[in-house]
């Protein structure tokens, strides 16, 4: 099936039906919805745990949760854990708005539940491909596909502090749990090991979290990942995304920021990247019987890239391609995971990394523990440094603070016809947060952007 007639197809699909969405904040589900809205749905209603920061989706339906934790993943898990096992003010909400047991709830993401709040869920992945988000065993894969990988080992807790001996890069090692407590991302269950003086807290924080560890040398350079979409007849392979993956100035901390596609690697570690998703991709389709989108995140250091860890599932490096290419992946890989829609691999790759390629976008995102005012500022950039102006005139980006369900973010989107093509936006991330911990007595760290080492050697050894 072309493009075309599969989105005649999820349009056809998705039109005179009702839909339950459910988002841990709501803005990030207003693509979704006011597709469902475009295509004609007859009812949609959006179940979270906060508004978040952004539009919110046309739905006629709101209902949140308010639950809250200290961490990100703290934060997920609860508003998961608020939805499968829903009160009775949840489930007369979802009543209210569906009296006739006629709606799905649109599934995706980290649960695996058939049924939501009495409704089947529409879309449910299988256990087998979350098992995938075991960070411990990604080295299987990474061999099994033939890719190039750095050395790692996968240790009891108290054999950690040994293996990382034997492991150690100038920078130290990372350390990453086991999915003891369950999938985790975000680098909430990675620690950077410097030296001796971090053994100790690193051993004493994964002894309560975790039984075995995954040891590997720290790999400097930029954080990087690429995206594939399996369908029936193969593995399509977009293009690589930045990670903004920042470190704590003073503590051996990463900070998550979210992604942005305005950075280029060299074109042989482009090519690199994209010959491991597709190898990759092809694993998960013959051994799992994988659909859908799944990605590879790495650090493209001063050798080339080297793959870190596996997302099985579609994740924000997706969304700037499908919000890029104006094609509705999240809704397609559920059509093609219940077999209602068939979909050409080499055609959607080929159309997603031609738009792609011209239309860049995204920015930052970062949660704060503390509970902040909403507010908004634009940006102008002079010499990399932030500078505060009016959100509404002319800016080089836009960031504003509003709830979550872990205290409060910070999001800062960039405007993809203001900033530079080529070069790491971490830099401007960066500012750009110093400036928000200024404007608004944010009690936040000082963070430092990652080097991009690759770009850089390469650039010396062109010339």
């Not at 998550?256 to 491991?276: C, H, K, S, T």
């Not at 002079?382 to 959100?391: H, T």
Request: charged share 25%; net charge negative; aromatic share 8%.
């Amino acid at each position: 099936m072309d493009l075309e007639q599969a989105t005649r197809t999820l349009a056809d699909f998705h039109r005179d039906r009702r839909w339950i969405l459910t988002a841990d904040a709501a803005a990030g589900a207003t693509a979704v919805a006011n597709q469902l809205k475009d295509w004609g749905a007859a009812g949609v209603m959006v179940v979270a745990g906060v508004e978040g920061v952004g539009d919110l989706p046309k739905a006629e339906r709101f209902y949140y949760t308010r639950v809250s934790e200290e961490t990100v993943m703290r934060g997920i898990r609860a508003f998961l854990e608020s939805v499968e096992h829903p009160s009775n003010e949840l489930l007369g909400a979802v009543d209210s708005f569906d009296p006739r047991h006629e709606a799905q709830v649109l599934g995706g993401g980290f649960s695996r539940r058939s049924t939501l709040a009495g409704r089947p869920v529409y879309g449910t992945r299988p256990e087998s491909w979350g098992a995938l988000e075991d960070k411990t065993t990604v080295d299987r894969l990474w061999d099994e596909a033939g890719i190039r990988r750095a050395p790692a080992v996968v240790v009891p807790v108290d054999e950690a502090a040994e293996a990382a001996r034997a492991l150690a890069s100038d920078s130290g090692t990372v350390w990453v749990a086991d999915n003891t407590e369950g999938w985790h991302g975000g680098g909430e269950y990675a620690r950077w090991v410097r030296d001796r003086r971090d053994v100790g807290p690193a051993v004493e924080w994964f002894a309560n979290h975790a039984v075995d560890v995954r040891v590997m040398p720290f790999l400097d350079g930029l954080p990087c990942s690429i995206h594939g979409f399996i369908t029936n007849d193969g593995v399509a392979v977009f293009l690589p995304i930045e990670m903004i993956i920042m470190r704590h100035a003073t503590r051996p901390e990463f900070v998550y920021g979210q992604a942005a596609n305005f950075w280029n690697p060299p074109i042989a570690v482009r090519d690199e990247m994209r010959l491991a998703a597709r190898r990759v991709g092809a694993v998960l389709a013959e051994r799992y019987g994988y659909l859908g989108g799944f990605g590879i995140d790495g650090v493209c250091t001063a050798e080339g890239f080297l793959p870190t860890e596996l997302n099985p599932r579609l994740s924000i490096g997706h969304g700037l391609h499908s919000r890029a290419a104006n094609v509705p992946l999240e809704s397609m890989e559920r059509m093609l995971i219940e077999g209602d829609l068939d979909v050409n691999a080499n055609e959607l790759e080929t159309f997603i990394v031609g738009e792609a390629q011209e239309s860049r976008r995204g920015g930052s995102l970062l949660p704060l523990k503390g509970r902040y005012k909403g507010a908004r500022a634009g940006i102008r950039f002079v010499e990399e440094r932030a500078v505060a102006v009016d959100p509404d005139g002319s800016t080089d980006a836009v960031m504003e603070i509003g709830p979550a369900a872990m205290g409060s973010i910070i999001v800062v989107r960039f405007d993809p016809d203001r900033t530079p093509i080529g070069p790491s936006v971490a830099v401007r991330v960066v500012a750009t947060l110093e400036l928000a911990r200024e404007l608004w007595e944010l009690d936040m760290p000082r963070l430092v952007p990652a080097p991009d080492l690759c770009r850089q050697e390469t650039a010396r050894l062109e010339t």
